[in-house]
């Protein structure tokens, strides 16, 4: 008797937040908020690190939309950056900017480089 070897699981796609089905159901849109050249650095390197995603661009089932409201803030944080910080500016841009004498934690380091965090420092 053969044992019976169950498929390999399938990797789930996670798609950003906002992103919505086109009109008439035929793709999806996902907004993008663009206001500096390092914000359209970030969205085509971001791309890019998304192999599952390029054919369904190609194709047009996954399109760009610009994303409303105004760009994150760029108030430099101060004190310690926690991960729930690195969270939020993932949710809001994807960029930090450490003010003098702010501390980034070690876990907040690591969570910005799975999220794509940009981290720069005031000057």
């Not at 192999?51 to 047009?60: S, V, Y």
């Not at 930090?96 to 910005?112: D, H, N, Q, S, W």
Request: glycine share 12%; charged share 25%; no cysteine.
């Amino acid at each position: 008797m053969v044992p019976q070897v169950p498929p390999p699981p399938v990797a789930a796609v996670h798609r950003p937040e906002g992103v919505r089905p086109l009109e008439g159901g035929r793709g999806l849109a996902e907004p993008v908020v663009l206001a500096t050249d390092a914000d359209l650095d970030r969205f085509v390197r971001s791309l890019l690190a998304r192999p599952q995603d390029h054919e369904a661009i190609l194709a047009g089932r996954l399109r760009f939309t610009l994303g409303g409201g105004a760009p994150p803030a760029g108030a430099a944080l101060r004190g310690a950056v926690t991960e729930r910080k690195v969270q939020e500016a993932a949710k809001a841009g994807g960029r930090i900017v450490l003010g003098r004498g702010a501390v980034l934690t070690p876990l907040a380091r690591e969570k910005a480089r799975a999220l794509g965090v940009q981290i720069e420092r005031e000057q």
